[in-house]
């Protein structure tokens, strides 16, 4: 059920608390599915408004894809009518998948590509991030296509739990449009076998949507953000 894949995405991004809980930013964090409604809310949040939250989602309409769910707007005014209301759509990728263009994608199994691209940190990252990147730990697996002397394209991962994993893309502003995010994570997705593997973004991010498209990735919901 797309419901069940959405609650499991939740704990992959958020890393949730032995309770339950969001331990990021966000207030409450709703996921809507054809199939029924999920939700976690802020460690920050008193346990009997949680328990009001939870409730309302559980006995909710699901809305279809890019409309908020009725519900969201009672939890919010419940939780006093600040917070700002973000979303985007979330979707399975299930191996394999493969997207073909005229350049060499690197994978984070090679040693070799990973001393190739270790001298090309991005600016996106700290030499820190960078070292544990290239090295195995905190972003890895990757893929990556190195072009012109430099990282033109990434897939990491930028969650990684026993449950499941969360796909990252990144692509430099020189070499966007050719298809270097979708070959990226059709090579990332191969490297990590035997669990649920994600790809979500916002509502207005367009380019990213259309790297779901190009790989004919499964819509499984929207996950919806009430942040102060």
């Given amino acids: 059920m797309s419901v069940d894949l959405l609650r499991v ?7 949730l608390d ?8 966000e207030d409450l964090v709703i996921g809507v599915a054809a199939d029924g409604m999920t939700a976690a809310a802020s460690g920050r949040v008193p346990d009997a408004l949680v328990a ?20 969201l707007e009672r939890c919010r005014a419940l939780l006093g009518g600040g917070p700002a209301v973000s979303g985007g759509p979330s979707y399975l990728v ?6 073909d263009v005229p350049a060499e994608v690197l994978r984070s199994d090679d040693p070799a590509h990973a001393e190739r691209v270790r001298p090309l940190r991005t600016s996106d990252w700290t030499s820190d991030e960078w070292d544990a990147l290239v090295g195995g730990g905190e972003g890895a697996p990757w ?13 990491h991962s930028a969650r990684l ?13 020189a070499f966007r449009g050719r298809g270097y ?33 190009r790989l004919g990735l ?11």
């Fill in 161 to 173: 739990t026993p449950e499941g994993a969360e796909a990252g893309t990144w692509t430099s502003p």
């Fill in 18 to 25: 032995e309770r339950g809980r969001l331990p990021g930013p």
């Fill in 94 to 99: 299930d191996p394999p998948v493969r997207f």
């Fill in 143 to 155: 893929a990556m296509i190195v072009e012109d002397g430099q990282v033109a394209a990434i897939c």
């Fill in 181 to 213: 995010a979708a070959a990226t994570t059709a090579a990332w997705a191969g490297l990590l076998p035997g669990i649920p593997l994600f790809y979500s973004t916002s509502a207005g991010n367009h380019s990213s949507q259309r790297v779901a498209g």
């Fill in 9 to 15: 995405e939740l704990g992959v991004i958020w890393r």
């Fill in 52 to 71: 009001r939250l939870l409730d309302l989602v559980s006995q909710g309409v699901p809305s279809p894809p890019g409309r908020p769910p009725d519900v």
């Fill in 218 to 228: 499964r819509p499984i919901g929207w996950l919806w953000k009430l942040t102060p």
